[in-house]
């Protein structure tokens, strides 16, 4: 399974650029990386995945490393209401299920 | 449209004592996830099914733990002997596709056993 590495804790100012990192560096070729977030006493919310290319959506862009064992999950501004756990998850092996870490806990200070 | 509906919301439970947490995945998703979240920890996977069929059950902690979803929609995680170990948040998640990328989570079954 890949392991991932992501720091336990981040702070950021209201309406600033936020980039979260996760390395994954055992992660295999076609396993997909998947960000999802966790508002408190929420489920969590899936963000946005990826395989090789980077990737955008109307949350959050995907900034993969050419040699895939890094990625980082970009917040072009964040607002207080982006205050959460952010977890990056490999796919497993073509397993359905994913394997959440403990993720980074996101402050954003207003 | 409705999410994932999960009830109840909240369950107390005197040790020893039987469960049954449901779960309502969104209308027409092929797959359903439990996990099982303790406090400050991630979601921990528990059971997997695609349909009516369990295919993977490799994350329930024990023969206690057992999950259901016999006409393919709505789900029930029962926990018989409840233990205080068991204490957690309960996540129900579904996927449209049978290799879904996206899963859409409820907000979970908090479990307290005293």
């Known amino acids: 399974d890949a392991k991932t590495t992501q720091p336990n804790s981040m702070e950021s100012n209201e309406e600033e650029p936020v980039h979260l990192p996760c390395n994954h560096s055992?992660?295999?070729?076609?396993?997909?990386i998947h960000w999802y977030r966790q508002l408190p006493s929420q489920g969590p919310e899936y963000v946005i995945h990826g395989l090789t290319s980077n990737v955008n959506n109307r949350m959050a862009s995907l900034a993969i490393a050419e040699d895939r064992k890094s990625s980082t999950l970009i917040l072009h501004r964040a607002t207080l209401r982006d205050a959460a756990v952010y977890y990056c998850i490999p796919s497993q092996g073509g397993s359905e299920k994913l394997v959440f870490g403990k993720g980074t806990k996101l402050t954003v200070n207003p | 449209g409705a999410g994932v509906s999960q009830s109840p919301r909240y369950k107390v439970a005197k040790r020893g004592q039987d469960v049954a947490l449901r779960c309502d995945p969104i209308s027409g998703h092929v797959s359903l996830f439990w996990y099982q979240q303790a406090l400050g920890q991630g979601p921990e996977f528990l059971t997997y099914f695609q349909n009516e069929a369990q295919l993977d059950k490799s994350g329930l902690p024990s023969d206690r733990f057992f999950a259901e979803r016999p006409e393919g929609s709505v789900s029930t995680l029962k926990i018989q002997r409840t233990q205080q170990e068991d204490s957690a948040v309960y996540l129900c998640a579904s996927s449209l596709a049978l290799r879904g990328r996206k899963l859409f989570f409820g907000s979970g079954t908090q479990l307290s056993v005293l």
């Open positions: 055992t992660i295999s070729g076609t396993d997909y």
